[in-house]
């Protein structure tokens, strides 16, 4: 398995931008499609993006689209999700996997996530 680690959430206002960054070890992340999730108290996970081996398919949640952008530098082994126009509703653990689709019983090696709050 890939282990991912997750970085870059934080605080920020109502409108705001942030950039999530997902690295891996211990393989090499451009053999999977990954995927971005994410997790709000009380809720369950849902999916929020993703993006294929090679970067040439993207897809996204109706809340991520027009938003939210997933990319990948394979040469960094680093998967990102770029947030912008944050709202109060996107506050949540933002998780990375590998894997395929909209369900996160088809993804496997989450990182640990990290937390988005963001302030109104």
């Known amino acids: 398995q890939v282990q991912l680690v997750e970085s870059g959430g934080g605080l920020v206002q109502a409108g705001g931008s942030l950039r999530l960054s997902c690295a891996a070890s211990?393989?090499?992340?451009?053999?999977?499609?990954m995927g971005w999730f994410r997790q709000a108290p009380g809720k369950e996970r849902e999916f929020v993006a993703a993006?294929?081996?090679?970067?040439?398919?993207?897809y996204y949640a109706d809340a991520a689209k027009g938003r939210f952008t997933v990319s990948r530098d394979n040469a960094k082994n680093t998967v990102y999700l770029q947030l912008n126009n944050l709202k109060p509703e996107d506050t949540a653990v933002y998780y990375c996997?590998?894997?395929?689709?909209?369900?996160?019983?088809?993804?496997?090696?989450w990182g640990q996530g990290t937390q988005v709050t963001v302030s109104s």
């Open positions: 996997a590998a894997g395929r689709g909209q369900s996160p019983g088809f993804y496997d090696s």
């Open positions: 211990g393989r090499t992340l451009s053999r999977y499609d």
């Open positions: 993006i294929s081996w090679s970067g040439g398919t993207k």
